[in-house]
């Protein structure tokens, strides 16, 4: 059986995630009070309807008890988002995903249940910041508080050396778990793997160690 998916707030946010499963062959419902947004979707997801989501009786109506997985990307109104999760999670939907608007409403989200908050703009405006310090960093990741996956572009005091030579990990304490080369991706990388220009490398660590090494060496 395909998984069904619902998206409630057509937004930015929530519009786009509910594009891209639709543009992936999911059977998405999407879910808006705004009849404007509603018409917007409803050539793109397999239905678009009408409704508030706080109002317990019309998700009830909508079946959305079938729904394997519902993404709550309603934005500035906390007190719907809160409310509509809170009554999702009451239905027993089997996963809940809920975009956040700051650090207290992710918190609420947390202990009421959701399955899933995220932080689209806090978490892009960080990986967008990594990328202001050094044109070199092209992605950074958050594994946790203080640990994340960063993709820099191999810099010149890298380029035709070894992960020996470097000595990364006694070093920096950062593991390289990945060289993209072209278009592979070499996610063994041995000790003697020379460095070429426009390699770019995957590293994980500590922050304070990924910090150090792209200050060293990026
Ligand atoms: P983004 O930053 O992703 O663009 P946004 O800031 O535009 O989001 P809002 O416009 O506040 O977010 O909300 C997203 C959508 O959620 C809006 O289209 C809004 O009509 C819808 N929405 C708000 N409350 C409800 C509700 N109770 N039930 C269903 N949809 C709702
Ligand atoms: P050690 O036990 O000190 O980590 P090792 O026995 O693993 O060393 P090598 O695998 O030859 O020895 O690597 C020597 C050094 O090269 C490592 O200490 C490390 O600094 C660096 N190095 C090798 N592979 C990696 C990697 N994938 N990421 C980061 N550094 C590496
Ligand atoms: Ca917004």
Request: hydrophobic share 40%.
């Amino acid at each position: 059986m395909k998984k069904e998916y619902a998206v409630i707030g057509l937004g930015r946010f929530g519009g786009s995630i509910c594009k891209e499963l639709s543009r992936e062959g999911m059977e998405v419902l999407a879910i808006d009070v705004d009849e404007d947004k509603v018409n917007e979707y409803k050539d793109i997801a397999s239905h678009a309807v009408i409704a508030d989501s706080t109002d317990e009786n019309v998700l009830k109506e909508l079946g959305i008890r079938n729904i394997d997985h519902v993404i709550v990307a309603i934005g500035d109104n906390i007190q719907a988002s809160i409310l509509s999760t809170l009554m999702l999670k009451e239905l027993g939907i089997k996963k809940i995903t809920v975009k956040a608007q700051n650090d207290y409403h992710e918190k609420v989200l947390n202990k009421i249940g959701a399955d899933q908050v995220v932080h689209p703009e806090r978490d892009m405006g960080k990986r967008i910041a990594h990328n202001i310090i050094s044109n070199n960093v092209l992605d950074y990741l958050e594994l946790s508080d203080d640990h994340s996956v960063v993709e820099v572009k191999a810099g010149e005091k890298m380029i035709g050396k070894t992960l020996v030579d470097l000595d990364i990990r006694a070093r920096y304490g950062c593991n390289v778990v990945g060289i993209k080369r072209d278009r592979e991706i070499n996610v063994s990388p041995m000790a003697t793997e020379t460095i070429l220009e426009n390699d770019v490398l995957i590293i994980i660590g500590e922050d304070k160690d990924i910090s150090r090494f792209e200050k060293n060496l990026v």
